[in-house]
Protein backbone atom coordinates (compact mmCIF):
# COMPACT_ATOMS: atom_id res chain seq x y z
CA UNK A 1 0.00 0.00 0.00
CA UNK A 2 1.80 3.58 -0.57
CA UNK A 3 2.50 5.55 2.11
CA UNK A 4 -0.31 7.01 3.82
CA UNK A 5 -1.09 9.03 7.41
CA UNK A 6 -3.71 9.10 9.38
CA UNK A 7 -3.88 11.78 12.20
CA UNK A 8 -5.27 11.38 15.67
CA UNK A 9 -6.55 15.02 16.43
CA UNK A 10 -8.57 18.05 18.59
CA UNK A 11 -12.29 17.95 17.79
CA UNK A 12 -13.96 20.81 17.74
CA UNK A 13 -17.80 20.74 18.15
CA UNK A 14 -19.69 19.56 14.78
CA UNK A 15 -21.20 22.98 14.22
CA UNK A 16 -18.13 24.62 13.13
CA UNK A 17 -19.27 27.03 10.41
CA UNK A 18 -16.33 26.92 8.28
CA UNK A 19 -17.40 23.89 6.20
CA UNK A 20 -15.50 23.97 2.63
CA UNK A 21 -19.08 24.64 1.35
CA UNK A 22 -20.06 27.68 2.51
CA UNK A 23 -18.81 30.93 1.69
CA UNK A 24 -18.94 33.29 4.34
CA UNK A 25 -17.02 32.70 7.54
CA UNK A 26 -18.16 34.76 10.67
CA UNK A 27 -15.72 37.35 12.33
CA UNK A 28 -18.18 39.10 14.94
CA UNK A 29 -22.28 39.33 15.40
CA UNK A 30 -22.52 41.98 13.38
CA UNK A 31 -19.37 41.57 10.17
CA UNK A 32 -18.58 38.70 8.08
CA UNK A 33 -15.49 37.80 6.11
CA UNK A 34 -16.15 36.80 2.56
CA UNK A 35 -14.20 33.18 2.12
CA UNK A 36 -11.70 33.77 -0.22
CA UNK A 37 -12.24 31.19 -3.61
CA UNK A 38 -8.60 29.65 -2.58
CA UNK A 39 -10.42 28.30 0.41
CA UNK A 40 -12.97 26.66 -1.29
CA UNK A 41 -12.32 22.19 -1.79
CA UNK A 42 -15.17 20.17 -2.68
CA UNK A 43 -15.92 17.00 -0.26
CA UNK A 44 -16.52 13.69 -1.84
CA UNK A 45 -18.85 10.84 0.21
CA UNK A 46 -17.27 7.49 -0.81
CA UNK A 47 -14.58 5.81 -1.57
CA UNK A 48 -11.85 5.31 0.37
CA UNK A 49 -12.97 9.07 1.66
CA UNK A 50 -16.74 6.33 3.95
CA UNK A 51 -14.33 3.46 3.97
CA UNK A 52 -12.05 5.62 6.49
CA UNK A 53 -15.02 7.14 8.31
CA UNK A 54 -16.20 3.64 9.06
CA UNK A 55 -13.46 1.81 9.91
CA UNK A 56 -12.36 4.84 12.97
CA UNK A 57 -16.55 4.41 14.30
CA UNK A 58 -16.11 0.99 14.48
CA UNK A 59 -13.55 1.02 16.66
CA UNK A 60 -14.79 3.84 18.69
CA UNK A 61 -12.36 6.63 17.68
CA UNK A 62 -14.43 9.73 16.67
CA UNK A 63 -13.06 11.33 13.54
CA UNK A 64 -13.29 15.00 13.58
CA UNK A 65 -12.49 15.75 10.34
CA UNK A 66 -16.15 14.78 9.56
CA UNK A 67 -17.53 17.20 12.25
CA UNK A 68 -15.23 19.95 11.73
CA UNK A 69 -14.77 19.99 7.49
CA UNK A 70 -11.40 19.84 7.67
CA UNK A 71 -9.98 21.39 4.48
CA UNK A 72 -8.35 18.86 3.90
CA UNK A 73 -10.43 15.70 4.23
CA UNK A 74 -11.31 15.17 0.22
CA UNK A 75 -7.37 14.53 0.04
CA UNK A 76 -6.35 13.14 3.62
CA UNK A 77 -9.35 10.59 3.51
CA UNK A 78 -8.63 9.63 0.09
CA UNK A 79 -5.14 8.62 1.07
CA UNK A 80 -5.68 7.33 3.89
CA UNK A 81 -5.70 9.73 6.61
CA UNK A 82 -8.05 10.61 9.01
CA UNK A 83 -8.34 12.89 12.35
CA UNK A 84 -9.28 11.40 15.98
CA UNK A 85 -8.61 12.00 19.84
CA UNK A 86 -6.83 11.00 22.37
CA UNK A 87 -6.71 11.47 26.04
CA UNK A 88 -10.40 12.73 25.91
CA UNK A 89 -12.53 15.23 24.43
CA UNK A 90 -12.18 17.81 27.29
CA UNK A 91 -9.46 20.43 27.38
CA UNK A 92 -8.31 21.80 31.20
CA UNK A 93 -7.44 24.94 28.56
CA UNK A 94 -10.05 27.43 27.13
CA UNK A 95 -7.76 28.76 23.70
CA UNK A 96 -9.39 31.46 21.98
CA UNK A 97 -8.83 30.26 18.52
CA UNK A 98 -10.33 26.70 19.70
CA UNK A 99 -13.40 25.23 19.80
CA UNK A 100 -12.99 21.94 21.88
CA UNK A 101 -14.97 21.55 25.11
CA UNK A 102 -12.76 23.23 28.14
CA UNK A 103 -13.44 21.71 31.99
CA UNK A 104 -12.91 18.73 33.91
CA UNK A 105 -12.14 16.30 31.68
CA UNK A 106 -12.79 11.99 32.62
CA UNK A 107 -10.46 9.90 33.30
CA UNK A 108 -7.99 8.11 31.20
CA UNK A 109 -8.66 5.44 29.10
CA UNK A 110 -6.25 2.66 30.05
CA UNK A 111 -7.44 0.53 26.48
CA UNK A 112 -6.70 3.63 24.07
CA UNK A 113 -3.36 2.65 22.98
CA UNK A 114 -4.53 -1.01 22.16
CA UNK A 115 -7.29 0.67 20.49
CA UNK A 116 -5.20 3.42 18.68
CA UNK A 117 -2.57 0.89 17.51
CA UNK A 118 -5.59 -1.16 16.31
CA UNK A 119 -6.60 1.29 14.35
CA UNK A 120 -3.55 1.48 12.96
CA UNK A 121 -3.16 -1.92 11.84
CA UNK A 122 -6.30 -2.22 10.16
CA UNK A 123 -5.34 0.58 7.91
CA UNK A 124 -2.58 -0.86 6.48
CA UNK A 125 -0.66 2.96 6.89
CA UNK A 126 3.26 3.39 7.77
CA UNK A 127 3.03 6.65 9.60
CA UNK A 128 0.90 8.00 12.18
CA UNK A 129 0.27 11.79 13.92
CA UNK A 130 -1.33 11.57 17.50
CA UNK A 131 -2.56 15.00 19.27
CA UNK A 132 -4.25 15.45 22.63
CA UNK A 133 -5.80 17.59 24.54
CA UNK A 134 -4.04 19.86 26.97
CA UNK A 135 -3.97 17.55 30.57
CA UNK A 136 -3.48 19.54 33.19
CA UNK A 137 -5.18 18.01 35.54
CA UNK A 138 -2.69 15.17 35.82
CA UNK A 139 -0.21 14.69 37.82
CA UNK A 140 2.22 13.88 34.45
CA UNK A 141 0.04 15.95 32.53
CA UNK A 142 -0.59 12.81 30.15
CA UNK A 143 2.77 12.12 29.32
CA UNK A 144 2.75 8.71 30.70
CA UNK A 145 0.07 7.85 28.22
CA UNK A 146 1.43 9.47 25.85
CA UNK A 147 4.25 7.06 25.99
CA UNK A 148 1.78 4.43 26.06
CA UNK A 149 0.13 5.02 23.20
CA UNK A 150 3.59 5.73 21.40
CA UNK A 151 5.03 2.40 22.18
CA UNK A 152 1.48 0.79 21.54
CA UNK A 153 1.98 1.81 17.75
CA UNK A 154 5.57 1.49 17.25
CA UNK A 155 5.13 -2.13 18.10
CA UNK A 156 3.03 -2.44 14.86
CA UNK A 157 6.05 -0.98 12.98
CA UNK A 158 4.12 2.04 12.13
CA UNK A 159 6.02 5.56 12.56
CA UNK A 160 4.41 8.05 15.15
CA UNK A 161 4.66 12.08 14.80
CA UNK A 162 3.76 13.11 18.66
CA UNK A 163 2.01 16.33 18.08
CA UNK A 164 1.82 16.75 22.34
CA UNK A 165 1.02 19.92 24.70
CA UNK A 166 3.40 21.81 26.34
CA UNK A 167 3.67 20.02 29.28
CA UNK A 168 4.57 23.40 30.87
CA UNK A 169 8.20 22.99 29.18
CA UNK A 170 8.79 20.42 32.26
CA UNK A 171 11.87 18.14 31.28
CA UNK A 172 11.13 15.45 32.62
CA UNK A 173 7.92 15.64 31.24
CA UNK A 174 9.35 15.73 27.88
CA UNK A 175 11.80 12.93 27.82
CA UNK A 176 8.98 10.86 29.20
CA UNK A 177 7.17 11.04 26.03
CA UNK A 178 10.93 11.56 23.71
CA UNK A 179 12.17 8.02 25.12
CA UNK A 180 8.90 6.30 24.08
CA UNK A 181 10.68 6.89 20.20
CA UNK A 182 7.76 8.77 18.38
CA UNK A 183 9.80 9.63 15.21
CA UNK A 184 9.01 13.34 15.23
CA UNK A 185 8.05 16.06 18.51
CA UNK A 186 5.70 18.41 17.54
CA UNK A 187 4.08 21.23 19.83
CA UNK A 188 2.88 23.90 18.00
CA UNK A 189 3.64 27.62 18.99
CA UNK A 190 0.00 28.38 17.24
CA UNK A 191 0.64 32.60 17.06
CA UNK A 192 3.22 35.06 16.89
CA UNK A 193 4.74 36.56 20.30
CA UNK A 194 2.25 39.98 20.81
CA UNK A 195 -1.12 37.33 20.11
CA UNK A 196 -0.04 34.66 22.36
CA UNK A 197 -1.87 36.42 25.57
CA UNK A 198 -5.05 37.23 23.58
CA UNK A 199 -4.95 33.52 21.50
CA UNK A 200 -4.07 30.75 24.25
CA UNK A 201 -4.87 29.38 27.33
CA UNK A 202 -2.31 29.24 30.23
CA UNK A 203 0.32 28.84 27.08
CA UNK A 204 3.35 31.18 26.68
CA UNK A 205 5.24 32.12 23.55
CA UNK A 206 8.69 31.24 25.24
CA UNK A 207 7.40 28.26 26.87
CA UNK A 208 6.57 26.72 23.66
CA UNK A 209 10.33 27.43 22.68
CA UNK A 210 11.74 25.98 25.40
CA UNK A 211 9.51 22.72 24.98
CA UNK A 212 10.65 22.25 21.54
CA UNK A 213 14.43 23.56 22.53
CA UNK A 214 14.61 20.69 25.54
CA UNK A 215 13.11 17.90 23.41
CA UNK A 216 15.74 18.75 20.44
CA UNK A 217 18.21 18.55 23.22
CA UNK A 218 17.37 15.23 23.92
CA UNK A 219 17.60 14.19 20.28
CA UNK A 220 13.80 14.76 18.96
CA UNK A 221 13.21 15.66 15.50
CA UNK A 222 11.02 18.70 16.01
CA UNK A 223 8.29 20.47 14.56
CA UNK A 224 6.15 23.18 15.11
CA UNK A 225 3.46 25.03 13.28
CA UNK A 226 1.39 28.45 13.57
CA UNK A 227 -1.99 29.94 12.09
CA UNK A 228 -1.87 33.57 10.18
CA UNK A 229 -4.77 35.84 9.80
CA UNK A 230 -5.31 36.48 13.49
CA UNK A 231 -3.58 40.00 13.46
CA UNK A 232 -0.70 39.31 13.38
CA UNK A 233 2.03 41.42 10.41
CA UNK A 234 4.18 39.79 7.96
CA UNK A 235 7.67 40.78 10.24
CA UNK A 236 6.00 39.07 13.36
CA UNK A 237 5.70 36.09 11.27
CA UNK A 238 9.29 36.33 10.25
CA UNK A 239 10.60 36.43 13.45
CA UNK A 240 8.07 33.72 14.97
CA UNK A 241 10.05 31.40 12.08
CA UNK A 242 13.70 32.49 13.19
CA UNK A 243 12.76 31.91 16.82
CA UNK A 244 11.52 28.22 15.92
CA UNK A 245 14.76 27.54 13.74
CA UNK A 246 16.93 28.80 16.90
CA UNK A 247 15.28 26.34 19.14
CA UNK A 248 15.94 23.79 16.84
CA UNK A 249 12.71 23.47 14.83
CA UNK A 250 13.34 20.71 11.36
CA UNK A 251 10.06 21.54 10.18
CA UNK A 252 7.54 24.02 10.29
CA UNK A 253 3.83 24.42 8.91
CA UNK A 254 1.73 27.56 8.58
CA UNK A 255 -2.17 27.66 7.57
CA UNK A 256 -5.08 29.54 7.36
CA UNK A 257 -7.16 30.65 10.66
CA UNK A 258 -10.62 30.05 10.17
CA UNK A 259 -12.90 31.33 13.27
CA UNK A 260 -14.63 27.66 14.35
CA UNK A 261 -17.96 29.49 16.21
CA UNK A 262 -18.80 33.47 17.12
CA UNK A 263 -17.11 33.02 20.75
CA UNK A 264 -13.84 32.03 19.03
CA UNK A 265 -11.03 34.81 17.88
CA UNK A 266 -12.16 36.44 14.96
CA UNK A 267 -10.22 36.17 11.35
CA UNK A 268 -8.77 39.23 10.94
CA UNK A 269 -7.78 38.80 7.39
CA UNK A 270 -7.17 35.92 4.76
CA UNK A 271 -3.70 35.59 3.99
CA UNK A 272 -3.33 35.35 -0.05
CA UNK A 273 -1.43 32.31 -0.98
CA UNK A 274 1.46 34.66 -2.33
CA UNK A 275 1.92 35.74 0.96
CA UNK A 276 2.26 32.35 2.54
CA UNK A 277 4.97 31.82 -1.13
CA UNK A 278 7.18 34.98 0.59
CA UNK A 279 6.96 32.93 4.31
CA UNK A 280 7.70 29.34 2.81
CA UNK A 281 10.80 31.14 0.75
CA UNK A 282 12.13 32.73 3.94
CA UNK A 283 11.82 29.69 6.13
CA UNK A 284 13.46 27.70 3.79
CA UNK A 285 16.07 30.52 3.73
CA UNK A 286 16.72 29.57 7.74
CA UNK A 287 17.30 25.75 6.98
CA UNK A 288 14.13 24.35 7.62
CA UNK A 289 14.00 20.94 6.62
CA UNK A 290 10.75 20.36 5.92
CA UNK A 291 7.99 23.67 4.99
CA UNK A 292 4.63 23.67 4.59
CA UNK A 293 2.77 27.23 3.72
CA UNK A 294 -0.62 27.58 2.21
CA UNK A 295 -4.17 28.55 3.04
CA UNK A 296 -5.50 24.52 3.72
CA UNK A 297 -2.05 23.71 5.69
CA UNK A 298 -3.10 22.06 8.97
CA UNK A 299 -0.56 20.61 11.35
CA UNK A 300 -0.01 17.37 9.88
CA UNK A 301 -0.69 18.05 6.14
CA UNK A 302 1.44 16.05 4.26
CA UNK A 303 3.13 14.37 7.34
CA UNK A 304 4.46 11.14 5.00
CA UNK A 305 6.85 13.67 3.73
CA UNK A 306 7.66 14.79 7.32
CA UNK A 307 8.18 11.08 8.16
CA UNK A 308 10.87 10.43 5.33
CA UNK A 309 12.60 13.67 6.66
CA UNK A 310 13.04 12.43 9.50
CA UNK A 311 13.93 8.95 8.91
CA UNK A 312 16.67 10.79 6.23
CA UNK A 313 17.74 12.70 9.66
CA UNK A 314 18.11 10.02 11.51
CA UNK A 315 19.91 7.23 9.49
CA UNK A 316 22.53 10.44 8.65
CA UNK A 317 22.32 10.78 12.41
CA UNK A 318 23.85 7.27 13.41
Known sequence: MEDTAIWFGLAPKPDMPYSC????????????????????????????????????RSLDLPTVCFEAACPNRAECWSEGHATVMILGDVCTRSCAF?????????????????????????MGIRHVVITSVTRDDLPDEGAGHWAKVIRAVN?????VEALVPDFHA??????????????????????????????RSVADYD?????LKTAASLGAYTKSGLMVGLGETKEEVLDTLRDLRSAGVKVVTLGQY???????????????PEEFDLYAAHARELGFDGVESAPLVRSSYHATRHRDLALTHRAASR
Open 155 to 159: ETGVT
Open 170 to 199: KAHLIKTVTDAAPLIYSHNIETVRRLTPSV
Open 21 to 56: SGVEVTVNRHKTLRKPEWLRVKIPGDGRFAEIRRLL
Open 258 to 272: LQPTRQNHPVHRYVT
Open 207 to 211: MSLKA
Open 98 to 122: CNVKSGRPAETDPDEPDRVAEAVRL
